[in-house]
């Protein structure tokens, strides 16, 4: 590769499970404009220089596994706040790789010019909570968040939005909002957050989950506005 995929903190070589129907590698690029309270992945929101991934190794992988592996998914952190990505994804494309991006959606600009083969749009609360509740640094959040969603909108069968349901972060009400806002997509997902290993916020550990009928309640509220929703872990 003539450019370098830099700010990788955590690379799972190989994976069946993370870009539907494509067995992939996945990319966890370093750093994040929002602190979810909830986000199982703290090493690598502030992982340093010491702990990066050798730019050349993921260059030497992907050229020598093209062909035998499909896709690539750029995950975090949060992949869009890199600027390598735009020299480095129309050279993962011409190696035959098809890109994934798993997204806050804080960036939409950058989703636009990085145009994934398929898009995961995580909408994490009600977008006007998310100064108080994620500490989002942009005082255009909504505007922000409603252009992303309308990325996934356009991208019908390859975007699917995900929801994370954490303790204090969503409910009936915030949920209807969200199903608001994403009117129309085709597809999204409600996951559980993780307890285990490390959280941002080590206080969530303390938390009481959502119940499975809470979750089948939301589920029940966002099916009115998606072509589908699934409840992550479900059949
Ligand atoms: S959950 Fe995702 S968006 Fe939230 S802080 Fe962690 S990496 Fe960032």
Redesign the pocket.
């Given at each position: 590769m003539r450019n370098s995929i830099t700010g990788v903190a955590g690379w799972q070589k190989n994976s069946f499970i993370d870009f539907p129907g494509t067995v992939s590698t996945v990319l966890f690029f370093s750093g994040?404009n929002?602190?979810?309270p909830y986000?199982h992945?703290p090493e690598i929101?502030t992982a340093g220089p010491s702990l990066l991934v050798r730019p050349d190794d993921i260059a030497s992988f992907l050229e020598k596994r093209k062909g035998l592996i499909e896709g690539v998914v750029l995950s975090?952190?949060?992949p869009t706040l890199h600027a390598c990505l735009a020299a480095a994804v129309p050279e993962i494309k011409e190696l035959g790789y098809r890109v994934k991006l798993d997204t806050?959606g804080l960036l939409p600009e950058v989703i636009r010019s990085i145009s994934p083969d398929y898009l995961a749009l995580?909408v994490k609360t009600a977008p006007r909570l998310y100064g108080r509740l994620l500490s989002s640094p942009y005082a255009d959040t909504e505007q922000r968040i409603a252009s992303s969603v309308e990325i996934v909108r356009t991208m019908g069968e390859s975007a699917e939005i995900r929801i994370t349901v954490a303790p204090g972060i969503v409910n009936r009400e915030i949920i209807r909002e969200i199903g608001e806002l994403v009117n129309g997509v085709k597809k999204a997902f409600l996951q559980p957050m993780k307890k285990k290993g490390k959280l941002?916020d080590p206080a969530m550990m303390e938390k009481n989950p959502v119940s499975e009928e809470e979750i089948a309640a939301y589920r029940d509220i966002l099916a009115e506005y998606v072509g589908e929703c699934k409840i992550r872990g479900e059949s």
């Open positions: 994040c929002l602190a979810c986000c992945n929101v975090g952190g949060e806050n995580d941002l």
